[in-house]
């Protein structure tokens, strides 16, 4: 063999796409704002926000600032704005490690579903009280035997006059409790062993439908941010149905995109990064390590704002989202590590803030950086198939 | 991406004898009659004005075939430094380096280590001091060495008449650092692409266990993780590309990218390297296999340039100066 006969690869990241020089303004105000809210100790900086990070003051004081629904057209309350502008807001909130769980899922990918699926009616319905942070929403695709495999769910739909009734069982719905709707991924017709993506659908569920059951699922800190949600025979009508029925596989893979690759991936632990560094001030012998992270970081935001780039022309990335996830949650717990072995101060769950409490927060949240929005196996084994092994 | 150019740079390196050592003659007069030899350089200087982007679809080619030719040095480096310098450029392929030297009027002595393509070039660029020096090799004395990958990297001592002597410009050793950095990335990230394009090929073609070891879970994870190194290598490589085109290398947005960049592909470099190897096997570890053309060089040109040690303490250094407050505005500055 010789290098005249380079294997074909696929790419594996848009080329690099610049922030416009009009978004400069932008984060000056978003910076502003978050500096003045901080302040006015209105929150305290913490890890992981946009898991654990609910306040519904806060989301809605973004939605009249004009920082939700950036995306979504003006006329169903959103701005119009390009994914790099929204890029430069989301950034700017979790590098301040700011609370944002409430309205994270409705804004990052219900939004935008909805736009590319949803009738009219479920638009109108919907897109303006998330522009405004009064709408939350959750993801009901996982069960309790269909996790990496969700060709698998059980949850059965089926056809009655009107609409449909769902029943089965949800599991670990982020902020179920909390939200007004998810969408839930159901099986709309017989599962077929040599078409296992065929026959699923989604359905927009209001969660206080009757038939609905919300049970909570402590995390491993005891706190409430998961759910169970049983169906037993829940009415969802017609105009609920999410795009086409038995299109729910195309439709969940495309949401994902959105999901996989944006900052959220690689700065869950940016505030403890920067905490760290205050607790460095003055060492020296360390430049080597903090540089490490510094290249890392700097690399995998590129790759993201590489994959928003081509999100904003239209693609769906889906290998290019993969690669970012897989390589920013294992960047987080490299964050992790080395905050442990350059600061000798032992993790607070009871701080109030500050670098103990960072510290605790992320060391209790990273077993779910590599687990949610899909695994990093299950990540690899997209990257696999991108390059051809499967 | 400039599509056309990227065709352009993947048929000439292609064709390259790559089992070969030493300066590749041919593919240096094809690069000189398609005006990628000097292609960032303006018109005066004999080259075609090209930008630092299109300079970075030319090196990753140049790394991803193992090009044997001085083409970083050539353009980015000595090309550079002597036409911002005012000295007429000499015909033929160039090298350059930082060193000290021993200046008194246009008389020098002394001895540079490790010069890349010294033995095959047709003019050594010296920045020495506030000096740039323009040494002739037939001039010199040329001991030869080599990197890791037996690319030259020769030892020239000089006691006598140099070509030109001149006052250095403003900056040219932060620039030269910096460019040779990110020229290394670019080369890096191209050679790491090709080691898993190899791997990828390998792993369906090789059969054990009655199937091809690319359909077993454990190599797909492998390639998978080297796959996620390479994304990251080019994404980092072309990027600080796009960052100096954009602000110049004066920028310290450029700087930090740079070092972002050569930290990140010399990371990547040792991870695809050592991946590739594994899911080769024994083959992969002979001289008759072509895996070594491109794992030889992750290997030599992680460390040159810059090591990631060296670039990942500048990093830290700044990020540690800037502080908890600095930390992110470095970040999206
Ligand atoms: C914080 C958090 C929030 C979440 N929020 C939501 C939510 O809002 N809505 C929702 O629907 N889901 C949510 N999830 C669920 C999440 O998507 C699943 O946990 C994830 O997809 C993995 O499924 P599982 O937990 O059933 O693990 P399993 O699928 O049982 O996997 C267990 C282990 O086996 C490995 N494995 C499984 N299959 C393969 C394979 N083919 N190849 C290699 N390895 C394999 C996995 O990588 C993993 O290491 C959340 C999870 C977390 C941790």
């Known amino acids: 063999m010789t290098a005249t006969t380079l294997h074909r690869l696929p790419d594996l990241v848009p080329p690099p796409t610049e922030l416009p020089p009009r978004t400069a303004a932008l984060r000056a105000e978003v910076r502003a704002f978050l500096a003045e809210e ?39 309350g959103g701005h119009g704005a390009s994914a790099l502008d929204r890029y430069v807001v989301t950034e700017e909130l979790l590098a301040a490690g700011a609370p944002v769980a409430a309205h994270w899922i409705a804004d990052r990918q219900i939004g935008p579903t909805l736009l590319r699926f949803g009738t009219e009616e479920q638009r109108q319905r919907f897109l303006p009280g998330i522009a405004r942070g009064e709408v939350y929403f959750g993801i009901g695709m996982s069960e309790p035997d269909a996790g990496s495999d969700l060709a698998a769910v059980r949850t059965r739909a089926e056809r009655v006059d009107g609409g449909w009734e769902l029943t089965g069982t949800k599991v670990w719905t982020s902020g179920a409790h909390h939200a007004h709707a998810f969408f839930a991924l159901a099986r709309s017709a017989p599962r077929d062993e040599q078409h296992r993506h065929a026959g699923l659908s989604q359905f927009i569920v209001l969660l206080d439908s009757p038939g609905v059951q919300i049970r909570p699922i402590p995390l491993l800190t005891g706190a409430h941010h998961f759910n169970e949600v049983v169906f037993d025979r829940v009415f969802v009508p017609d105009d609920m149905v999410l795009g086409e029925i038995g299109a729910g596989w195309k439709q969940v893979t495309s949401e994902l995109a959105f999901e996989r690759s944006g900052p959220e991936r690689f700065l869950s632990t940016f505030p403890l990064l920067v905490s760290m560094l205050g607790e460095l001030a003055g060492s020296t012998g360390i430049e080597r390590e903090i540089g490490g992270l510094v290249a890392r970081l700097w690399t995998l935001r590129r790759m993201s704002l590489a994959v928003a780039g081509s999100l904003e022309s239209g693609q769906a990335p889906e290998l290019a989202a993969a690669v970012v996830k897989e390589l920013g949650t294992r960047y987080e717990n490299e964050v992790i590590d080395v905050a442990r072995l350059l600061v000798a101060t032992p993790p607070d769950p009871g701080a109030e803030g500050g670098f103990p409490r960072l510290l605790a ?21 997209i990257v696999a198939r991108g390059l051809g092994l499967r | 991406m400039n599509a056309e150019l990227h065709e352009l740079a993947e048929s000439i390196f292609g064709d390259a004898a790559s089992n070969d050592t030493g ?57 550079w430094l002597l036409h911002t310098a005012g000295v007429p450029l000499p015909d033929g392929p160039l090298t350059a380096v930082a060193g000290e030297l021993d200046v008194e009027g246009t008389t020098v002595r002394g001895e540079l280590r490790r010069v890349p393509w010294a033995r095959a070039a047709a003019g050594v660029a010296v920045l020495t001091g506030t000096r740039v020096v323009l040494l002739d090799p037939a001039a010199v004395e040329i001991t030869e060495g080599t990197n890791l990958a037996e690319e030259p990297r020769d030892t020239v001592t000089v006691d006598g008449a140099a070509a030109a002597v001149v006052e250095a410009p403003d900056g040219a050793a932060a ?18 692409r090709a080691a898993l394009a190899a791997s990828v090929r390998y792993a369906g073609e090789r059969v054990q266990f009655g199937r091809q070891i690319g359909r077993f879970q454990a190599v797909q994870q492998q390639l998978a993780l080297a796959a996620g190194e390479v994304a990251a290598a080019s994404a980092a490589a072309s990027a600080a590309a796009r960052v100096a085109a954009d602000a110049g290398f004066a920028a310290p947005s450029t700087r930090l990218a740079v070092a972002a960049a050569k930290s990140r592909t010399g990371e990547a470099a040792g991870a695809v390297a050592r991946i590739a190897h594994q899911v080769h096997g024994a083959i992969g570890f002979t001289r008759e296999h072509d895996l070594r053309l491109w794992t030889t060089r ?30 992110w505005p470095l970040i999206t500055g």
């Open chain 2, 175 to 192: 620039e030269l650092r910096l460019r040779a950095a990110l020229g290394r990335a670019l080369l890096l990230a191209g050679a790491a």
């Open chain 1, 361 to 381: 927060d992320a060391v209790l949240h990273a077993p779910g950086f590599t687990l949610r929005g899909g695994t990093n196996e299950v990540l690899r084994g």
């Open chain 2, 298 to 327: 992750l290997w030599a040109w992680r460390e040159e340039d810059g090591s990631d040690a060296e670039w990942n303490t500048e990093l830290g250094t700044t990020a540690l100066a800037a502080g908890p407050a600095g930390l």
């Open chain 2, 23 to 79: 300066f590749d003659a041919g593919v240096w007069a094809t690069l000189e009659e398609t005006g990628l030899a000097r292609l960032t350089l303006p018109g005066e200087a004999g080259g075609s004005e090209g930008t630092l982007e299109d300079a970075a679809v030319v090196l990753a080619a140049a790394g991803a075939h193992a090009a044997r030719v001085p083409l970083v040095e050539t353009d980015l480096l000595a090309g």
């Open chain 1, 38 to 76: 901080q302040e006015a100790g209105r929150w305290t900086p913490r890890a992981d926000v946009w898991l654990s990070g609910w306040d519904e003051r806060f989301s809605r004081e973004l939605g009249r600032r004009g920082w939700l629904g950036m995306t979504i057209p003006e006329e169903y």
